[in-house]
């Protein structure tokens, strides 16, 4: 956590500094020369002050800021607010990595700016240079510190490089001082999951990957009195993430110290702990909370919305952002989320009320008012929301929505519209933004079959989609079509054939398969097993 520099031992100091610098001054008291340390520190207060003085004038003289941080970093390191400042100014430019090399220069043996160091180096795609600076940092410092270690380590890991990192993890377990260290055997446990994913471990390999990172960390959760130091804390639980221990992730936030649960971290991982948990009565009472505190954060509120909706708690996350709406009912993003969880819940009334208040609606919005015309069973009048949706996007240069699933799902909507000719023009649209998606290949070949234009454009493109799922029985019932649909009776029963050896039941609801199967074998002249197809499709038909 951040915390604002100590105004009061900064003013102490200056006053301090600026009375002993007058002539005469102190000459009835005597209060005993400054330490070098204390020196060091007026100088970097002193510095840091000239710096925010500068910004609070709204100077534009970016490289005397950034002087005046460096200088006070030169004198003071691991001061965290200047640091964060020097960073933002410079921007990761080059006059960033001279500053921090001059600040690391004045202080070789200063763990937080020499990884710093190291993180611009690897900023820049000097990474070979990163990783020789912090080893020879380690060197010079006599391997006693994981900061360095846990750097390297994800740099190696970043780059895919696990044999590099092995061996330089092996390297520091042999110290004494840092195979006990807390810190690494916290990122040891995360590197070893890292590592196994990687290279896909499956198995008794994967489950001893498990079992070691389990045991790294179980000390700490044994003993939760070791994790009052924040930044082991906060590392403990992207390991808990990977092993997907939620029921330990959970005890470890209800015993953390108070400070901890008024932070942002803890809040975001309670939240995806009782979310994986399926814990409704926890989110409840963590949801009293929040809508009791003094300052409710809107933040805070939408968060636990979204994890209701992550329960499949759609009621809940309803009346938060029903709430949400009444408090801002100018918000266009509040209308819209809303009316996206009354199309979940099937509520189309309430759902086409929010947007029939809005004159222009967004693509958004015009995309939801497109579903709910379809849960009306209104086809035709989706396929003109989906027109206008098109349009607008168009005109205001949003072209990102103008997808693959956009097109697919205006393609299903006009054929269901008996617009057939709009359907296939709008496949084709889809299929060139993605020519190698299987599903959209089979969409548009099938609705091309179906509609008997351009069949062997139809039968490729069909025939990728099975090269691709060759146990796919949409796919494979397609195949049997098209060539039905080009007289090809042999190859389309061979096909169909193959489709009835995958299907399983219930894959069929709308019974075109058995259609597709009884009209092809009634082309190959077994009439008696067309007739018992096409029953069974009449009767799925029925039964749906």
Sequence with gaps: MLRLPDIGRLSCLVAVFLVLSIPGAGKGYDPGAL?????????GWSSYARARYLIAERSTDEQQIAQHLRDCLIAMPDAEIPLRLLLLIRNEGVGLLEDISKVVAANPENVRVNVVYAEILEDAHRTDEACRHLLDFMDKTGWRHPEPVIRLLQIKAAAAKWVEGDQF?????????????????????????QRGESAGCVGEKHLAGLRKAQSLIQPFLEKPELLHDWELFTSLFPVLVKLQSWEQMNRLLDGAPEDFTRTRFWFKNKLLALEKLRDVEGLQALSREVFAAPEQSIEAIEEIARTYIGMKEIDKAIE???????????????????????????????GMALLAAVRDLPFRGLILKAEFMKLRQQPAKAVEVYQQAEKTALASEELRYLDSTFYVTYALTAEKAGQPELAIEKFRRAHQLEPENSNICNGLGYTLADHNQDLQFAEQLIEKAVQAEPDNIAFLDSLAWVRFRQKKYSTA????????????????????????AGDIFAA????????????????????K
């Design 169 to 193: 993890l092996g390297r520091a377990l042999r110290q004494k001082a840092l195979r006990q260290h807390p810190k690494l055997q916290v990122f040891q446990a995360f590197y070893i999951l």
């Design 35 to 43: 330490s070098l340390s204390d020196l060091r520190e007026v100088r």
């Design 320 to 350: 938060i952002f029903e709430l949400l709406h009444l408090r801002n009912i100018r918000s266009m993003a509040y209308r819209l989320e809303l009316a996206w969880l009354y199309l979940l819940r099937g509520s189309d009334s309430k």
């Design 524 to 543: 190959g002249e077994y009439p008696l097993l067309a007739e018992l197809f096409r029953s069974k499709a009449a009767w799925e038909r029925m039964a």
């Design 493 to 516: 029963l061979e096909a169909m054939l193959r489709t009835l050896t995958v299907f399983q039941s219930g894959q069929d609801s709308d019974g075109v398969i058995h259609q597709h």
